[in-house]
Antibody, heavy 120, light 109 residues
Framework: EVQLLESGGNLVQPGGSLRLSCAAS????????MSWVRQAPGKGLEWVSVISGSGSDTYYADSVKGRFTISRDNSNNALFLQMNSLSAEDTAVYYCAKGAGGTRSPYVYWGQGTLVTVSS | EIVLTQSPGTLSLSTGERATLSCRAS???????LAWYQQKPGRAPRLLIYGTSSRASGIPDRFSGSGSGTDFTLTISRLESEDFAVYYC??????????FGQGTKVEIK
């Protein structure tokens, strides 16, 4: 059974940093692209970033480019999102999602989400 | 970046009625790269349709997708009580960034 479990969400001050993690199980982790998608309170889904199975290719939404870094540890079946220079606009539930294949694939499995709140 | 615009914003219907949701792209999306998701309050999204018209595993056949180019449609043939939710389209075909539509809420009339 595929499982995705996010962690690391917290209350952080504007300008601060946070690192999210997503523990994956139930599939060959290194064979699939993985993504982060966020949802601000009461708002719609916003695509954040995607990383290829090998980790060699990464892509970002313009809203986070230069501030967020996606990475993965295929030895430990883990996905990460390093978030720097956070602002109130980054407040959201962050979901990790498993692609059906590479970086250009729909999201078949989603985690339960982890809440990031940016506030002073 | 491809912008996806969903309409209507809210659809008020009764159980048993047909729901037609639209997703329009600002530029052409490869038909293999358009998906639809359902989301209920407090839950993660669930993949319904991928590749414009293929149903994901376990999705009932009352859900169907169609379209091409810049215009795509999700149809729910006969609404059941569990179908009242928010629906999002998603394009994943161009070089990223990938994008979601803003969502259509299907509510009970």
């Amino acid at each position: 059974e595929v499982q995705l479990l996010e962690s690391g969400g917290n209350l952080v001050q504007p300008g601060g940093s946070l690192r999210l993690s997503c523990a994956a199980s139930g599939f060959t982790f290194s064979s699939y692209g993985m993504s982060w998608v966020r949802q601000a309170p009461g708002k719609g889904l916003e695509w954040v970033s995607v990383i290829s199975g090998s980790g060699s290719d990464t892509y970002y939404a313009d809203s986070v480019k230069g501030r967020f870094t996606i990475s993965r540890d295929n030895s430990n079946n883990a996905l990460f999102l390093q978030m720097n220079s956070l602002s109130a606009e980054d407040t959201a539930v962050y979901y990790c999602a498993k692609g059906a294949g590479g970086t250009r694939s729909p999201y078949v499995y989603w985690g339960q989400g982890t809440l990031v709140t940016v506030s002073s | 970046e491809i912008v996806l615009t969903q309409s209507p914003g809210t659809l008020s219907l009764s159980t048993g009625e047909r729901a037609t949701l639209s997703c329009r792209a600002s530029q052409s999306v490869g038909s293999s790269y358009l998906a639809w998701y359902q989301q209920k309050p407090g839950r993660a999204p669930r993949l319904l349709i991928y590749g414009t018209s293929s149903r994901a595993s376990g999705i009932p056949d009352r859900f169907s997708g169609s379209g091409s180019g810049t215009d795509f449609t999700l149809t729910i043939s006969r609404l059941e009580s569990e179908d009242f939710a928010v629906y999002y389209c998603h394009q994943y075909g161009t070089s990223p960034p990938h994008t979601f539509g803003q969502g259509t809420k299907v509510e009970i009339k």
